[in-house]
């Protein structure tokens, strides 16, 4: 989760989140919808079958997890229970473009290059490409 979250603050889409990402409801008390986002991405990372599940094992390493992502608190169950019940399609569009803009702004891989493969004599070898 480390690697991520440095990642995906490195690479902008983070704060693309917090500056772009509008939600009717701004607050959940002192939370902002980074702080739910950043529990979700959590979750779907972790592997745990149930979120009550990954709340659990995460309860340890709150705050530590929750700096990774610059947010001092997880939010607690109840809140995000709410915030997922008053989450609308504009909102999970708004995310998805985050995430897809942040997708299509680099290739996943370099292009490939293609050569043939050498013998030792210094020529190409018949049908053989890399």
Same mark, same amino acid.
């Given at each position: ?93 708004? &995310? ?11 290739? &996943? ?22």
């Amino acid at each position: 989760m480390t690697v991520i979250a440095r990642y995906l603050g490195y690479q902008g889409v983070l704060s693309a989140i917090t500056e772009r990402v509008r939600f009717a409801r701004r607050r959940f008390g002192h939370y902002d919808l980074i702080d739910f986002v950043a529990v979700l991405l959590g979750y779907a990372i972790s592997g745990e079958r149930t979120l009550e599940t990954f709340y659990e094992g995460l309860q340890p390493f709150a705050a530590p997890f929750m700096a990774l992502f610059g947010r001092e608190h997880l939010p607690h169950r109840s809140t995000l229970s709410r915030f997922l019940a008053a989450l609308n399609q504009p909102v999970v569009e708004a &995310l998805r473009l985050a995430f897809l803009e942040d997708l299509v702004a680099r290739p &996943l891989e370099k292009e490939e290059k293609t050569g043939w493969v050498m013998g030792s004599t210094g020529k190409p070898l018949g049908g053989v490409r890399r």
